[in-house]
Structures are given as structure tokens and as C-alpha cells.
T-cell receptor
Framework: ETGVTQTPRHLVMGMTNKKSLKCEQH?????MYWYKQSAKKPLELMFV???????ENNSVPSRFSPECPNSSHLFLHLHTLQPEDSALYLC????????????FGSGTRLTVV | DQQVKQNSPSLSVQEGRISILNCDYT??????FLWYKKYPAEGPTFLIS?????DKNEDGRFTVFLNKSAKHLSLHIVPSQPGDSAVYFC????????????FGQGTRLTINP
């Protein structure tokens, strides 16, 4: 148990579906992140939330919509995705003023068909 | 523009020998570096870090070396064990509006019995 829990672990969705990924942390961290890991690519930062406020959107298409209702929960809402969006989506948390180390969740393996 | 680069996508080492994973960076403002280890179907976990005021940091079988003039760091694992087989990412924190980690592409290490 890493302290950051992501659900579901696996998700298969059609291009017309709407689904949501959930991330939860109880480490007392105040910053949360969504990363995307595609095959043979670096981890790509998607969104950053500091104290529930979105502080970065790294040119992510609008078919990905994040939500951070409180500092312990982070969602990624998905709609009308493309097959190339298939990837491992990782959530991480940290102390906003202490970037020196994230705690990652186990990720959601997303397949878009 | 990729600021952290791992040019070797894979590395195979015999059990008991030394594994050396390399990482190069382009941003001279980086002052801290981290290595993460990732098993399949799990999120990355923190392994070891180094501050730019040091040129070496050791933790058990793991040692990270930093060469600031060459903008290069390396992770040494000795002796290598089968459980070390994983993908290793180097990362550095930056502040561009928000604090975040930038990652290399990762190196898949396989330890052969």
C-alpha cells in the first residue's frame, strides 16, 4: 500500500464512453498530479493541483477533465477519447513546498477501443 | 524539449555484477535529482536522491554519482539481484509556475540469473 490509491486499476472504454479515474491520498499532502505514461516515452505531466487549485494544465486536450474537490481526492474525467490515449495514468501527491519526492499510485491502465 | 534524458532504453546484467544506469540533463538550474524504480502494474517508487552540493550518495547497494560539469548522473547497483529487474527513471524538480518533477524516458533493467 503506497498511501496513494487509484481506481480502477484497469479500464477498457469505447471512444464514445464517459468514465472517470479516481485518486485518493491520506498522506497529508497538499499537491496532487496526473501523469501519463505511454510506451517508450517519458512520464508526461498532465495536471498539477496545489491546495485544490489547478496550477498547471500541460496542453492537455479537453477530452481530459480533472477535478480536485479537496486536497485528498483527485479525479480525471474522460470523454470521447481516442485509441492513442491508451496508456497508464498515474496519480501522485507531494507536499507542495517540498517537491523532493512524489508518492505515486499504482496507476490505471486505460485501453480505448 | 526533453530536459532529462536516459539514452539507454534497456540494460541486461548478470546477477551479482554491477548495474550502471545513466542519465543526462540539459538544465543547469537543476539542483536535485531523484531515481525512481517501477515494476510492471505498479506506480514508480522513490529509490535514492542526490543534491547538487554532493557528487555521491550511497544507500546500501545503491549509489548515485553526479557530475555537474558533464550534466550527467548515474545509478550504480552492486551486487545486482533478480529483484532489481524493473524500469528505472531519473527525475529532477523544476518550478515553472508550479513545482513538478520532470522524468527521463526510463531504462528497463533485467538481471539474469
Amino acid at each position: 500500500e503506497t498511501g496513494v490509491t487509484q481506481t480502477p486499476r484497469h479500464l477498457v472504454m469505447g471512444m464514445t464512453n464517459k468514465k472517470s479515474l479516481k485518486c485518493e491520498q491520506h498522506l497529508g499532502h497538499n499537491a496532487m498530479y496526473w501523469y501519463k505514461q505511454s510506451a517508450k516515452k517519458p512520464l508526461e505531466l498532465m495536471f498539477v493541483y496545489n491546495f485544490k487549485e489547478q496550477t498547471e494544465n500541460n496542453s492537455v486536450p479537453s477530452r481530459f477533465s480533472p477535478e480536485c474537490p479537496n486536497s485528498s481526492h483527485l479525479f480525471l474525467h474522460l470523454h470521447t477519447l481516442q485509441p492513442e490515449d491508451s496508456a497508464l495514468y498515474l496519480c501522485a501527491s507531494s507536499q507542495a513546498d517540498r517537491i523532493r519526492g512524489y508518492t505515486f499510485g499504482s496507476g490505471t491502465r486505460l485501453t480505448v477501443v | 524539449d526533453q530536459q532529462v534524458k536516459q539514452n539507454s532504453p534497456s540494460l541486461s546484467v548478470q546477477e551479482g555484477r554491477i548495474s550502471i544506469l545513466n542519465c543526462d540533463y540539459t538544465n543547469s538550474m537543476f539542483d536535485y535529482f531523484l531515481w525512481y524504480k517501477k515494476y510492471p502494474a505498479e506506480g514508480p517508487t522513490f529509490l535514492i536522491s542526490i543534491s547538487s552540493i554532493k557528487d555521491k550518495n550511497e544507500d546500501g547497494r545503491f549509489t548515485v554519482f553526479l557530475n555537474k560539469s558533464a550534466k550527467h548522473l548515474s545509478l550504480h547497483i552492486v551486487p545486482s539481484q533478480p529483484g532489481d529487474s524493473a524500469v528505472y527513471f531519473c527525475a529532477a524538480p523544476i518550478i515553472q509556475g508550479a513545482q513538478k518533477l520532470v522524468f527521463g524516458q526510463g531504462t528497463r533493467l533485467t538481471i539474469n540469473p
